[in-house]
């Protein structure tokens, strides 16, 4: 097969009647124009074009290749607006812990629907670390450090982790042993498991079953407010609590780029990516001048 570049040069020839007109509607030199008509002459053997005037002529071998040309281009040209169609019009999908979408992205998902009517979104709250598959999720707000094999990621919001509990249910006596944190009932969100990784890390050999009640992430945060247990959580999310002193950071681990980070596909964003990225960026916490983290 010939060049595409060359099949695409002659018939735009064949359809301006002019060399420098072909050349001013592919943004090329007339002379380039030339060239690639050339090449297609010398790959056929055959004549495709005379002069004639100041334009050019056809030769029959050239008016058949044109009008075939001119049929494979338009098939060409309406698969490809019937894929960027179907592409705009897919809902953008997102995925964050249920947490965070309570807490921080419904609060401010408003504005972003209000400046991007055309973007439809599908937002999945989830705990479970969703694949990231072509055609299905387009971004992730993930905890954690940042690094996740064969993806990109760039923080959000930076925010350490940290053991707390309603004043009204500890009391405001110390806990230095982690350990006397299991007489008390826990909360966790449903899918994760970081209460036995937080008590693993500090060493905690267990005395029995902890009383642990697994809730939706929204739930969790009502029931901590209330009282009715012990969580593990993003300090981001309960801050206003805990100036309010209606909840007690117990424990709190603070590690450099810990936080909530945005999580893409590497390659090229389709249009509603590039909105909701454009948008959410604005809203970040970090520093300034912060990359994003090739993993």
């Known amino acids: 097969m010939p060049s595409l570049a060359s099949l695409r040069a002659f018939a735009t020839v064949a359809e301006t009647g002019t060399l420098a007109g072909a050349g001013r509607t592919l943004n090329v030199s007339h002379a380039a124009i030339s060239q690639q008509v050339r090449a297609l002459e010398a790959f056929f053997g055959t004549q495709l074009v005379v002069r004639q005037g100041r334009g050019i002529a056809l030769t029959r071998e050239g008016r058949g290749l044109a009008e075939n040309l001119d049929e494979a281009f338009s098939i060409m040209r309406r698969a490809v607006d019937e894929l960027a169609r179907a592409d705009m ?13 309570v807490s921080w992205l419904m609060p401010r998902i408003s504005e972003f629907r209000h ?11 989830t705990a ?17 450090q940042g690094r996740w094999s064969g993806l990109q990621s760039e923080p959000l919001l930076f925010t350490s982790f940290v053991i707390v509990a309603a004043r009204s249910l500890v009391g405001d006596a110390d806990y230095p042993d982690p350990a006397k944190l299991q007489e008390f009932p826990w909360l966790q969100e449903i899918g994760t498991h970081e209460i036995a990784q937080w008590l693993d890390r500090q060493g905690v050999v267990s005395t029995g079953s902890l009383n642990i009640l697994h809730l939706p992430g929204y739930m969790m945060l009502e029931g ?23 909840l007690r950071v117990l424990f709190e681990d603070v ?34 001048g912060t990359t994003p983290i090739q993993a």
Do not use: C
């Open 255 to 288: 590690l450099p780029g810990n936080g909530y980070h945005l999580v893409t596909r590497p390659g090229v964003q389709r249009p509603p990516l590039k909105a909701f990225l454009s948008w959410i960026r604005s809203h970040r916490d970090i520093e300034p």
């Open 115 to 125: 400046s991007h009517p055309e973007v439809e979104l599908m937002l999945n709250p």
């Open 128 to 144: 479970e670390v969703v694949e990231m598959e072509p055609g299905g999720v387009d971004i992730a707000i993930r905890y954690g």
């Open 224 to 246: 901590l407010r209330r009282g009715e247990g012990v969580s593990a959580t993003a300090r981001a999310f309960i801050e206003p609590d805990i100036r309010s002193g209606a």
């Open 89 to 101: 019009a897919r809902p953008l999908q997102v995925t964050m812990t249920p947490a965070f979408g």
